[in-house]
């Protein structure tokens, strides 16, 4: 964990009395609810009143750059009210606007997405700064968040030419249906999503984790084809070839399911979880 760093340790202490909670125990889940955060990792930075100065979600493993952020913040810097006062000087800054946008969507604050979204729009019509697809699929991602219509999203996929935002709108719908329990339409979705885009692995993947996860055994035929695919389009991806072999073992086809996680066993020699699932399926392999 980044923390555990001498220097990066030694610059929080000096500067805060840090606090690390299990997002899944009652604190956690108390704090996410007062928070409103997206997800886990979240580092949020408090004054001695309470007050929030800003939050760092999620990290991508560069120790440097999140030192570099919590320095920023620490000293007042490219976080939430910095950007807002420049904002009361340049009402037109794009960069300024989007930095906002970006803000509240670590709040999960879809009221105040929707206001930025709007702003940049219209700041940037003819789309020179390259992200219009994205501050549409922003509009009705809030929309769906606000108002619980689903519709929204779709509309803004029949809509939309950019495979990037396409995959994120079928994404939200994948779990609206998913939180629904509504297998049919989740199926239903990724098949639709998969004609939509025929290439995307991180579809495939989850389309055929989904059907192992849940024991959808009409569907395990279907699973194996798409994970078969998947790992023909990316060879290198361990953790699909892992989908590929569980779904297959699951489905009874065990000489498959050995080589498809010898495979995943031998690009990433380190995951533990392929060595043992390895070991179970020979072991009940044919001699």
Not at 236 to 248: P, R
């Amino acid at each position: 964990m980044v923390h555990t760093n001498k220097t990066i340790g030694d610059f929080i202490n000096r500067n805060y009395v840090s606090l690390k909670i299990n997002g899944d125990s009652l604190a956690g889940k108390q704090l996410r609810e007062k928070y409103q955060y997206p997800g886990y990792p979240t580092t949020i930075l408090l004054t001695a009143t309470g007050a929030e100065i800003d939050r760092i979600v999620g990290f991508d493993g560069d120790k440097d750059e999140y030192f570099q952020i919590l320095k920023n913040y620490t000293a007042g810097r490219q976080t939430l009210t910095d950007y807002l006062t420049i904002l009361t000087k340049e009402s037109n800054n794009y960069d300024a606007n989007y930095a906002v946008l970006k803000k509240y969507e670590d709040r999960n604050d879809f009221k105040s997405m929707q206001t930025y979204a709007a702003i940049l729009l219209k700041l940037d019509p003819e789309n020179n700064k390259g992200k219009q697809n994205e501050l549409l699929y922003t509009l009705a991602y809030c929309r769906y968040k606000i108002t619980g219509d689903i519709a929204v999203i779709s509309d803004f996929i029949a809509k939309c030419t950019d495979d990037q935002w396409i995959e994120r709108g079928y994404q939200n719908i994948i779990r609206h249906f998913s939180k629904s329990q509504d297998q049919k339409r989740v199926i239903a979705t990724y098949e639709t999503a998969l004609e939509r885009l025929p290439r995307s692995t991180d579809l495939m993947n989850a389309y055929a984790w989904y059907i192992f996860q849940n024991k959808v055994t009409n569907h395990y035929a279907r699973g194996i084809t798409v994970a078969r695919r998947a790992v023909e389009l990316e060879p290198e991806a361990d953790n699909i070839w892992d989908t590929l072999g569980q779904l297959s073992f699951a489905a009874g086809e065990i000489d498959e399911a050995i080589r498809a996680m010898q495979k995943a066993s031998t690009l990433n020699p380190r995951e533990e979880s392929y060595r043992q699932l390895l070991k179970q399926y020979r072991s009940q392999g044919r001699p």
